[in-house]
Structures are given as structure tokens and as C-alpha cells.
């Protein structure tokens, strides 16, 4: 398998992506295109005596995709930089999978384009478990799409269902709506209508989830539109932050303090995942991700390309639509 | 003043909400019309020796709204309930406003009905201060508003300043938009286009708020839909209470865990306030309150009255919308 590793992506590029490389081919089973500036990979490649290495090629690519990019229009300005050699690499045949630690909208862009979504499905979508004190709990979507129909959200249920199977080794996950209430009669429209799609599907559907029951695990597949993701996901991460400075001062207790940030910071629960809902590989990961952290984005995509996580994906959904029309 | 009380509302009926009467018109300053059934209210006023106190009147009704009951469609089977006959005393002009622990959904729709609603508002709306960590910092709306358009979420903002102006003495409230990203290229079509009808506005504008700044103080007003809202107060007392729980059994300190709670539960930072956007007061206010907590509700209700609550918001509405067009 080859995976084609963004080694421009991410708060520290190729010091870091490179060691991260070489971590990963180091059990043999795996071969690496690191895409990037020659300028800026080869030195570090020499750095570490690895010009040669049998399981690593450079190709090359011009510039990097920044967050302050509009990732709708970067294509268009700059169509070499290095996630989009990433993705055209994976499209000729040439890897099998890509990763990045840059841009995450880039990246979604990047794979919705080349890899095709599935049926059902506009764009990319993200998922993982983000809440520490829940950790089999996978929140679906966490930031991708953002005004979306009770159709499309039916089938984030399907995928992290397979995500949850696969993944996290849940093997009959249950699949809740994120909502205001526990009662059917509440929610947005977009809630209702979805809950009215999910009922007569085959997903193991427990119906409505309050957040206050996040926390508690209550399911293992939550799932909501991308903006209630998203503020759950920095809500999270905000509150916890604030609790954990509160505990800092009052309660002088660093070690405490330390292990409520761990629990509700989405980088170090989640660092980052594969993206659902594309008929192809793309692992993506937070900027900020040390060496080890781009090393298990790398043995991610590996098994879920050893899982034939798209194809489950793929298979469910079907199943799914089959039974809905 | 005579404000029409909700005798049977809230976890506690007129246990509770009798002896929180005699507190509040203590001060001689307000008169209450205790609104339920004769027979529940009166051998509590007998206990307290107040049967015949100057400035209590009971005001008979017949049935109370519980939570299982569907607000919009309430009306029809229980006309006599307590917090119909309550909002009646005040279209009568028999009582200058109500409160009540009871339903919040009934009591949003009685003072929708009974009041009407200000200009651009459809329904009554629900604000206040929910995260203990950042106290003056308003959310509106918190759960009455689910689907709404651009012009609504605008008409928060100046709902949200008056409140922050007037309640809470801030001279000149930041107002900014929750959103999933500080640019304004990101967040849904609802947040894009309010923030269009902002810009332009008299208002103190200072754009989006990401739900990590939220406990942190940075806006004294802000906006979003009445799902979002609800979303953020539900997962801030789920999440403060795990790690509440989290303190209590690794740091084994539980003043410092009650503190967190404190922090995190919207009962505790705000126990209730008045309905925005309409033209009349009601306050409405936590079923679980205790005595204190439904006299302070009451005194709340005068407070708003004597400055005029109503009036300012229909005033700032009407310069906002006349901005606007």
C-alpha cells in the first residue's frame, strides 16, 4: 500500500512529517509519497540519512494550502500545492490513500473532488469521538456541511454506524439524533424530518439525544448537522478549559487540571480521522499534531484500507436508500 | 403594581409559590393575585394566617399545564389552567404582569397570544446569562425560537442589548454572532445573512463569537437560534456536571466540585427572566426553584416594570428596523 503523505500540512511541516514518514515504513508494510517543496523536504530527508530509502519517494509539488485560504477557491490559485498533488496522486492510481495535517476544508475539498462523494451525499464529513468522559461515542458531522437536508443527515447515521463498527469496535451501535428534547414532537425541522427517515431504516435508531446526556455515553452514534457539530466540538473544548483554569487556581491541582484538558480537547482525544462519505481515502489530522500524531494518521488510513472501510461505507448506505425509496 | 403569580406552576405548586408571595409583598410595594384552585391555594394562605392579607387576592382557576403537554396546542383543553387565567388578568388590565415556574413553553405561548409580539418577532424569547464563568455575557435565544430567518436572529440583538442594558447595566453590550469560525465567509446561510443585517446597524457589532470564547466574557449580547442556544445551555450543565463528577472522585474535593456545578447549571446562574420580544411582561422562571427563587422572579417583574423594560426594547426595535430598511 502506498499512502501519499501532505508533507507541507500541518503548524510544523516536513521537520515533522518526515520523522512521522519514516516512523511509519519502518514496519515494512507500507510505502510513503511524500509530497512537497524538494527544497524543503530533501534537506530534511538528509538530515536523517534517508535520501535512499526504499519505502519513501519525494514528489514534488509547489506551495501549501493556508487556513486563511478560501478552500472552495484555492484550487483555481494555486493547483499544484501539495494536497492537491496528494489527492491526483490517489486519483492516478499511483497511492492509495492520502494524508494531511493542513488545511481540514482543503482536505475535504480535495477529497469531495477527486474521490467522488457517495450516494446521498454532497461532501466529505468529519466524525469522531470528541468528549473524554465518552469515548465510544462518535459525533457526526463535526464541522463539514453545514446546511444540510433531513437526507443527507439520515446518512451520517449510516456512516458512523459503520464508522462506530469498524473503528471503535462497537457491533450494533446505537444511533441517536442530536436534539432540544427527548420527545419526537421537538427539534428544528431538519431534526424531525430526519428522525421521520431513520425510524423505518434498519440502523439500530434510539431516537432523540439531549446534551446533557453527551457526556454519559448514552449512545454510540450522535449525529447532527455540521454546525451544531462544530459548536458542540469548541463548546467543549472552551468549557473545558474554562473548568480546568477554575480548577487550577482553586483547587491548586495541576495533575487534575491536566486530565480535564485531555477529556475535552478534541486534538488530544480525536487527533483526527478518516473522512466519510468519499469513495476514496483521506485521513485528516490536526495542524498542530506532533510526529507520533501524523505517524497514526498514517496507520489510519492503512487500516482502514486493509477494513474496506469505503466499501462498508458504500454497502450500508445502499442498504439504507434501498430500504427508504 | 399587581402581579399575577402562578399559585400551582413549577415542582412545588403553592407550597412554595404561597410563602414566596408573602415574601415579596413584604416591602409593601406590590400587590399579587394568586392564580389556582381555591382549594389547593387557601389552607396554605390559612397555615401562613394570610387568608385575608391586604395585598394577596386568590384569583380561582381550574387545572394546571403540565410538561407533557403540547404548549401550542394546550389552550383548547385546559382554557381555566392557572397560567391562562394569570395572562387573562393581565389582558384585563386587572394585573400589570405575570410569573410563572410552571411550563415555559405554556408561558411563552400565553404571553405570545395575550401580549402579542413586537415587530420582526414571532414568539417570545428566552436570555440570560447561562455560563457562570462568563456573567454577563447574555445568550438569546436559549429554546423558544427553533427555525428561524435573518431578520429574527437581528431582532435578538436588539432584544439582547436593551436586556443587557437594562438588566445586567452594561452601557454599551458588545453584540456578536455565534458561529462556527471568527470569519464572516463561514457559518450557515442564517448567521451570514443576520450578520449582513448587523453590519449596517446602529448596534455594537463586533462580529462572530466561536463557542471557545463564550466562557470567557468576550461579548456582553449574543445571538444565535433558538436550537443552537439550547444546545449550548444543555451541554454546559452536561459537561460541567462529568466534570464535576470528575473532581469529586479523583480530587476528592467537593466544594471545589460544587463550585463547577454552580458555575455549569443555568437553574443556579439564572433562575429565570423575563420573555423578550413581546408587548407585556412575564417572567418565567425554573420549576425546581424554592421560595427565594420565585421571589426574586416577582421582584424581577417589578423591577422591569418600573424601568420600563418593554418600552425600551419596542423602542430599539423600531430604530433598528427603520435602520434597516
Redesign the interface.
Known sequence: MVVALDAMGGDHGPEVTVSAALEAVSSGDLAIALVGDSEAVMPVLAEHDAVDHPLLQVVPSDGVVEETD?PAMVFRSKPRASIFVCSGLVKMGKAHAFVSMGSTGASIAAATVTYGTMEGISRGCLGGPI?G?APNTVIIDL?AN??IRPQQLAGFGTLGTVMSRVLYGQENPRLAL?N?GSEE?K???L?KGTAELLRDSSLNFVGMI???????GKAEVVIC????G???L??????????SN??RK??G?DA?AD??DS??NSLAIHGGGPLLGVNGIAVVGHGAAGASGVSTAINTAKFVYDNDFVGAQQKELTAFLANAS
Chains 1, 2 share one sequence.
Do not use: C, R, S, W
Request: proline letters at 4%.
Open positions: 478560501n468528549i468522559y464541522g453545514i446546511d442530536l432540544v414532537t427539534g428544528n425541522e431534526v439531549e446534551p446533557y446526556d453527551l457526556p454519559l448537522d455540521g454546525f451544531v462544530n459548536i458542540v469548541k463548546l467543549t473544548e472552551g468549557l473545558g478549559q474554562a473548568i477554575h480548577v482553586k483547587g491541582n487534575l486530565e480535564i477529556m475535552t
